[in-house]
T-cell receptor, first 112, second 114 residues
Framework: KQEVTQIPAALSVPEGENLVLNCSFT??????LQWFRQDPGKGLTSLLL?????REQTSGRLNASLDKSSGRSTLYIAASQPGDSATYLC???????????FGKGMKLTVNP | EPEVTQTPSHQVTQMGQEVILRCVPI?????FYWYRQILGQKVEFLVS????????KSEIFDDQFSVERPDGSNFTLKIRSTKLEDSAMYFC????????????FGQGTRLTVV
């Protein structure tokens, strides 16, 4: 059974810092991994999907990497801004299934 | 930009009542999902739906839950007799196909059972 872990659960940083958010998963037989952003009381916004054949995927100031063999993904946020404050979740497909298994998320606060 | 829309944004219901949560997936998407997130907990899968039938469901999705695509645009989740523990944020999601894995989620319906 796939388990997804995100550590730490929360992070508070000053504006301008470059950040690395971590995601680990137990079953490395995945086809892809998706990063989401969730604002308080709101829905999930897809940020990046990285395929298992890719090592990196970039969108603006965001860069996601995937290392299947070690069961890890990182989301790199460059030059963080207060508007980046949100909870960031990673999700992977359960093996042999369509369903996504989510981590609990990491709550990011970027202070001006 | 196309998006998944959900209504209502917030629903309060009395225990034992039936509720229907509504979703309009992105128009060319073929795979539809419901997830839920109990406050402070992980987002968890409920059910997937393709070609007008359930393709997969979790152990949470028991007989009190049902899904339907009554027309070409709407996708609904019905909870027949709500319990206090059904209080959660319910998310609808859709995908173009299994070959295009990115899932798009709606803004959610916050269900409060009192």
């Amino acid at each position: 059974k796939q388990e997804v872990t995100q550590i730490p659960a929360a992070l508070s940083v000053p504006e301008g810092e470059n950040l690395v958010l971590n995601c680990s998963f137990t079953d490395s037989a995945i086809y892809n991994l998706q990063w989401f952003r969730q604002d308080p009381g709101k829905g999930l916004t897809s940020l990046l999907l990285i395929q298992s054949s890719q090592r990196e995927q970039t969108s603006g100031r965001l860069n996601a990497s995937l290392d299947k063999s070690s069961g890890r993904s990182t989301l790199y946020i460059a030059a963080s801004q207060p508007g980046d404050s949100a909870t960031y979740l990673c999700a992977v497909p359960q093996g042999g299934s369509e369903k996504l298994v989510f981590g609990k998320g990491m709550k990011l606060t970027v202070n001006p | 930009e196309p998006e998944v829309t959900q209504t209502p944004s917030h629903q309060v219901t009395q225990m034992g009542q039936e509720v229907i949560l509504r979703c309009v997936p992105i128009s060319n998407h073929l795979y539809f999902y419901w997830y839920r997130q109990i406050l402070g907990q992980k987002v968890e899968f409920l059910v997937s739906f393709y070609n007008n039938e359930i393709s997969e469901k979790s152990e949470i999705f028991d007989d009190q839950f049902s899904v339907e695509r009554p027309d070409g645009s709407n996708f609904t989740l019905k909870i027949r007799s709500t319990k206090l523990e059904d209080s959660a944020m319910y998310f609808c999601a859709s995908r173009v196909s299994l070959g295009v894995p990115e899932a798009f989620f709606g803004q959610g319906t916050r269900l409060t059972v009192v």
